[in-house]
């Protein structure tokens, strides 16, 4: 949710009462049904079974790249593990991602690039400056602080770096705190790939099972035990076709990632991943439909920091390359007034909200005949790469084209007279070398060589920021602002960490990796009850 729909809401009926209503009426914004087979309803009038089917100390909702670390550290602290995955396979979004981690300071850093004196407060106050006030600074000065150490703890079991790159620029953000702090998992390439999360998962999830973590796929969890007593007790989920009861000696950890697929959710809490699901594409798990902030929040839990996506451009025109071997592709982004508005080469999620907050959120990329030159596989993106010479997309309408700048307007229906002045500035500006609106530094070309292009810009989404709120231990809190005992949250699924947009590429498996362990840990901790 964005800053004016938070003060709403805090206008007409506090934020807190709306969420405890949301708890009170069992969630049926968040979409009844998501989970097929499942109950529905609120967690809190659930009786606590007298016979359960499985137990173990500690219970795992969820069996991506939090649930897996998570699963690790358990077993390595001496208590037995029980990973309930939804999917039929494990890694979630993780395995879809490029593998890649943010920490300052390391060994990587150090070997890979310029960066010999990057620190854990440096990083911290990266991440604070991005998230605009939003985040908790406990949980993210925890995060930036263990970044670190999240490195070792990978190197030691199983994994290496090969290279490490940087985050565009952000405008606002102090550029000392820019550095080169993204670490590239090896196994494929020193470029970070789409996919390449999978090492990361592969590695993790055969020593989890090594380390004798039970997972258990296609095993959907549709409710939270809780006793008001002892606190979450266990879960009930789908398993072979029936309901089963699984006992959580020491305590539950939610792992399930976000709501990126629940359009419901969506419309309530974060307005540009709705858009992102109507207009564009949304990339990651389709098991991601917010099953564990539900289940919490019909036992009264928190939210935290709702409202920020994981936006990406669907296509690599004007905007900063999105892997080291991309190149630059020339062009520029104009709004329906046929404006720029944005430093197209900004970070990623920081371009993409710029577009979002356009009126319509609409905004097309500019192109001369020079950029298709280039051709589609390079100009067309990551996701998805268009024909060759966009012969397919021209027919299909999804490219306009035109021999003139003011034909081009109006096919795209914006003014005619703007866009020229538009490019023709541009051009000016290319010449001589310098932006002079938004200081652009990369694909500084003219748009000069006709035939002209536009295409209307999307997001390739991965995954909505924002989640449950937790403390420093990773337990889950109410709405009164107190621990729902016995119950814990990490990674994508937790929120407080990350403002309104995503920080930059390895900021999501650096929660899934720290909170994953921090806990398994404290969990861990925890005296059986009974």
């Known amino acids: 949710m964005n800053r004016k729909g938070e003060a709403i809401l805090t206008n007409k009926i506090g934020r807190r009462s709306f ?40 219970v795992i909702v969820g069996g991506g790249g939090t649930g897996i670390v998570a699963a690790i550290v358990a077993r390595e602290k001496g208590s037995s593990v029980i990973v309930l995955e939804k999917a039929a396979m494990v890694g979630g979004t993780t395995s879809l991602s490029g593998g890649v981690i943010q920490a300052a300071g390391t060994k990587f850093q150090k070997e890979f690039t310029r960066y010999q ?53 952000i405008p606002y953000i102090d550029p000392e705190l820019m550095t080169d702090r993204i670490h590239v998992p090896g196994g494929a390439g020193k470029a970070a790939k789409a996919g390449t999360g999978q090492i990361h998962v592969k590695i993790l999830y055969e020593l989890a099972q090594k380390k004798g973590a039970e997972f258990m796929l296609e095993t959907p969890v549709g409710e939270l035990i809780y006793d008001p007593k002892k606190g979450v007790v266990g879960v009930r989920a789908q398993s072979g076709g029936k309901e089963i009861a699984v006992k959580a000696k020491k305590g539950v950890i939610l792992a ?28 990651s798990a389709p098991t991601n439909t917010g099953d564990g902030i539900r289940m919490a929040m019909a036992l009264g839990a928190d939210l935290a920091a709702m409202g920020g996506t994981i936006g990406v451009p669907f ?65 067309g993106g990551i996701f998805k790469p268009w024909s060759h010479d966009l012969s397919k997309e021209i027919a299909d309408g999804s490219i306009k084209t035109a021999g003139t700048i003011r034909e081009l307007a109006a096919k795209i229906g914006v003014n005619a007279d703007n866009l020229e002045y538009t490019v023709n500035r541009w051009n000016s500006d290319t010449a001589k070398g310098k932006d002079t609106m938004f200081n652009k530094q990369l694909g500084l070309k003219p748009i000069a060589r006709a035939p002209f292009y536009a295409a209307k810009v999307k997001e390739g989404n991965l995954g909505t920021c924002g989640g449950l709120k937790i403390n420093t231990k990773g337990q889950v809190m109410n709405v009164e602002g107190k621990v729902i005992p016995r119950l814990y949250a990490g990674g994508m699924c937790a929120g407080g960490f990350i403002g309104p947009y995503y920080p930059g590429s390895g900021t999501a498996i650096a929660a899934t990796v720290y909170f994953g362990r921090l806990c398994a840990q404290n969990a861990c901790q925890e005296q059986p009850w009974e």
């Open 256 to 283: 399930t990632g976000g709501f990126d697929h629940n359009k419901d959710m969506a419309k309530t809490f974060s307005p540009q991943q709705f858009w992102a699901m109507e207009t564009g594409a949304v990339l």
């Open 117 to 169: 004196d990057d620190t854990p407060e440096k990083h911290y106050e990266y991440w604070m400056q991005a998230a605009e006030g939003l985040a908790d600074p406990k949980l993210v000065k925890a995060m930036a602080y263990n970044a670190p150490s999240n490195i070792d703890w990978l190197v030691a079991h199983g994994l290496t770096y090969v290279s490490v790159y940087g985050v565009a620029p």
């Open 315 to 379: 296509y690599n025109v004007a905007i900063a390359p999105l892997s080291q071997d991309i190149p630059e592709v020339p062009g520029i982004y104009v709004n329906k007034y046929g404006l720029r508005f944005v430093n197209e080469a900004t970070h990623y999620a920081y371009c993409m909200r710029a577009v979002f907050n356009q009126e319509g959120h609409e905004a097309w990329a500019i192109f001369d005949e020079n950029t298709k030159n280039m051709g589609g596989e390079v100009i």
């Open 19 to 58: 969420i405890k209503g949301m708890a009170v009426a069992g969630v049926a914004v968040a979409g009844a049904g998501v989970l097929t087979g499942c109950r529905s309803g609120s967690s809190s009038g659930s009786a606590v079974p007298t016979k359960w089917d499985k137990e173990a100390d500690i």
